[in-house]
């Protein structure tokens, strides 16, 4: 007989949608994708940035655009925005470390056909060994003569996998794993024996096989692509009162996710809401936060820039030449990327009054040495007036908030939110829902907290204009 817990229900709908999310996303490439189904059936209008915008975007309009396919941005113009006015932004990541095929990938040893990856990221890659993996991305397909298509592929049988050596073979390994990614991080995909006729000097057949099956086009018609491996289990919901979330890429689709719902929730009943807002809300899902952000399409390029300042010339009158550099003094960014949870087999590696535990709400990242390269990795955006501006929101709401602070004698990751912030000189927080094995293949997080994460988010949305009113600093 199955257990219902009448305090899990309330957040079944929301925990339930994103497991549904992440399942569908095992590339940023698809993450996108999934985005864009909801964008649209939010009436969400597809723009292009090769494309002029004067003259198209409207007050109480909703757009969005994509760059790469795996950097996606949505906006929603407020009703009363009037040129100047600011930006209520939030920011996230779509990508997650992972193993990446390489561009040359053949390898066969011993019997055994091979495919080379790559770990992209700083994955917990003893966690990929002895798993269920396939194969997920973009795939470039010839469709006619020298025309191109960008198509997404996701294999959903497991046809990969990374043998742990037996414990026969090696005794020290009960004191610690060791390995060697290079050489030990190699998944096989056949035998020998099955190998296809061997025609192509890159791949092996058989991965490109399989590829063209899922896209139902020739191998030759295959020219290049992009793919990551995923582990085949699916997310789920679990724990003995199905309060917890088992799955992987928690960092970051799950604040990915929750900023793409807060924003379309929020903009749900134009005239309730967006009509009567003064600002534009904007959310940001970039790729490559986890190689550092610096592409074409990460945070840390002129994207945000670039994009902001169109919007605000579509509306300028000629000769407004300070719109924005106004606007972005109006303005305000949300950095969503995961926290960690306090462990309860490592408590001591967290700070002893700064312990998030998963359920009890959202959590606000703070570090003094925010801008400092010397302390590295310890960087986060928030400032006590950022905070004050959250903290408002979440007290009207009644959204709980918890608060982390790493320990002085420890490292800790950093976010989009301080290079967002140093680049535009932008007020900027950085926020994230709490969990545990962070970059392991199989991470944890607490169910109540995707629909504590939606709340805030939108409320922020919704509320964000007012607040900013009455809080003075410069």
Not at 269 to 279: A, G, K, Q, V
Not at 327 to 341: E, P, Q, V
Not at 428 to 433: P, S
Request: charged share 25%; net charge negative.
């Amino acid at each position: 007989m199955k257990y219902h817990n009448s305090t899990q229900d309330n957040n079944s709908t929301s925990a339930a949608d994103f497991i549904k999310f992440v399942n569908n996303s095992p590339s940023p490439f698809h993450a996108v994708e999934e985005a864009i189904i909801r964008l649209k059936e939010a009436k969400y209008e597809e723009i292009k940035e090769c494309v002029s915008w004067r003259g198209k975007l409207k007050k109480e309009g909703k757009y969005y655009f994509t760059r790469n396919r795996s950097t996606i941005v949505a906006f929603a113009i407020g009703g009363k925005y009037e040129p100047g006015n600011g930006f209520s932004m939030a920011g996230a990541h779509t990508d997650s470390p992972c193993l990446k095929v390489k561009p040359i990938s053949k390898k066969v040893k011993e019997g055994y056909l091979q495919v080379g990856v790559e770990p992209y990221g700083g994955g917990l890659w003893h966690t990929w060994f002895d798993r269920d993996l396939s194969v997920a991305g973009r795939v470039m397909v010839e469709t006619e003569k020298n025309k191109f298509e960008h198509k997404l592929v996701k294999v959903e049988r497991p046809i990969l996998r990374i043998p742990t050596l037996a414990i026969h073979l090696d005794r020290d390994v009960r004191e610690g794993f060791k390995f060697n990614n290079e050489v030990h991080l190699t998944p096989l995909i056949a035998t020998v024996s099955n190998k296809l006729a061997e025609n192509n000097e890159k791949h092996h057949p058989a991965l490109l096989d399989i590829l063209a099956q899922e896209l139902k086009c020739k191998v030759n018609e295959i020219h290049d692509f992009e793919l990551c491996l995923y582990d085949t289990q699916p997310s789920t919901i679990g724990g003995a009162y199905e309060e917890f979330i088992f799955s992987a890429r928690l960092d970051n689709l799950m604040m990915s996710y929750a900023l793409l719902i807060g924003l379309i929730n929020s903009t749900k009943n134009i005239s309730e809401s967006l009509c009567d807002d003064s600002n534009i809300r904007l959310i940001t899902l970039f790729d490559n936060e986890e190689i550092g952000s610096t592409t074409a399409h990460g945070a840390n390029s002129l994207l945000l820039e670039t994009t902001l300042r169109r919007i605000c010339s579509a509306f300028a009158e000629p000769g407004y030449d300070t719109i924005f550099e106004e606007t972005i003094h109006k303005s305000f960014m949300i950095s969503a990327d995961m926290a960690h949870a306090v462990h309860p087999n490592y408590c001591e590696k967290h700070e002893e009054n700064h312990r998030p535990q998963m359920n009890q709400g959202v959590v606000i990242k703070t570090n003094a040495n925010q801008a400092s390269d010397l302390i590295q990795y310890h960087r986060y955006a928030t400032t006590s007036v950022t905070s004050l501006i959250l903290r408002q929101v979440a007290k009207k709401y009644k959204v709980p908030l918890q608060d982390f602070v790493v320990r002085n004698d420890s490292p800790c990751g950093s976010t989009i939110g301080p290079m967002i912030s140093a680049n535009l000189g932008l007020r900027t927080l950085d926020i994230g829902n709490p969990q545990l094995s962070m970059h392991s293949i199989r991470e944890t997080a607490g169910t109540k907290d995707v629909d504590h994460a939606i709340k805030l988010i939108k409320a922020f949305f919704e509320d964000f204009a007012e607040i900013d009113r009455n809080i003075t600093v410069d």
